[in-house]
């Protein structure tokens, strides 16, 4: 028999987003990857329920409940929707670059509206002809003054268009390789920031997934996150990082997680002193 790894606080955080998923997100999978519309609904749901914030340290907004945590609920969630379960996970993916390398300043510039899930975050790093390789990019960001240009396009990006944040990694010294890709965040009303097609998917099609295109994009030099340089690093701890959501998400779509995991709590956890319960009308903080 396999042992459950959790607490039993953990289990309680587990039971709320498990009964969450069943009773408010599983009744409105089927629709949204019929109409392939985004779900605010379910961003509204998650903002509601903390769910965004599960992985961000309590100074910056979040509950601090850990990276472990963030994964059960991602795999709570995505048993329910597979879409709603990629916000989710994304949202973590996309804060990464500013937890991993960010500035004070930075972090709680962007990261408590990122925890709130006031702002839904999105990762840029592929484009058309730079898909495993990226040292092949040919988005490049140009100092000028106390700004850098960003010219170039993306493509595959997931949350393109419904996005505040990307994290967009390009080059600031083209003959560089990887050693000359840096990372910054460029937010979604940035003059010459615009969104392109939305891929149309065989699946999870609530998601958008798309293209972004910077045409003189200026943003302040203040959004380089990290050093110049340090992109490739960057972009890398990131999705080492991030292939841990990735996995709780599958595995779950298709049950083959640990069957002490398997069943429906019967009663409301307590954890959260307060928060609300799936069909509560009041919002309580925790
Ligand atoms: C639904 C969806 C969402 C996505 N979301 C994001 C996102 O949010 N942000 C983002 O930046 N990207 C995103 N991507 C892009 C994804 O990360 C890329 O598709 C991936 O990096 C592969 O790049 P590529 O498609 O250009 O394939 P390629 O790099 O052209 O690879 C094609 C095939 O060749 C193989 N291959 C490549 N190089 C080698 C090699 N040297 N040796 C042996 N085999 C090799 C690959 O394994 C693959 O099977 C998304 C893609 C999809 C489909």
Redesign the pocket.
Known sequence: MRSDPLTDEQREIRDLVRTLARERIAPRAGEIDESAEFPWDMVELMREHELFGLAFDEKHGGSGAGSLMLLVAVEEVSRACATTGLVLA?QELSSLALRLAGTDEQKSRYLPRLASGEWIA?????EAG????PAAMRTQAKRDGEEYVLNGS??????AGVAGLYTVFAKTDPDGGHAGISCFVVEADAPGFEVGRIEP?MG?KGST?GELFFNDCRVPAGNLVGEEGEGFKIAMRILDRSRRSSTPRVARRWGSLSPSTSSWPGSWPTWRRGAKRPGDSSTRRV
């Open positions: 994304v999105a990762y840029a790093l592929t730079s898909g495993s390789d993306k493509r595959f990006i997931t949350n998917k999870i997934t």
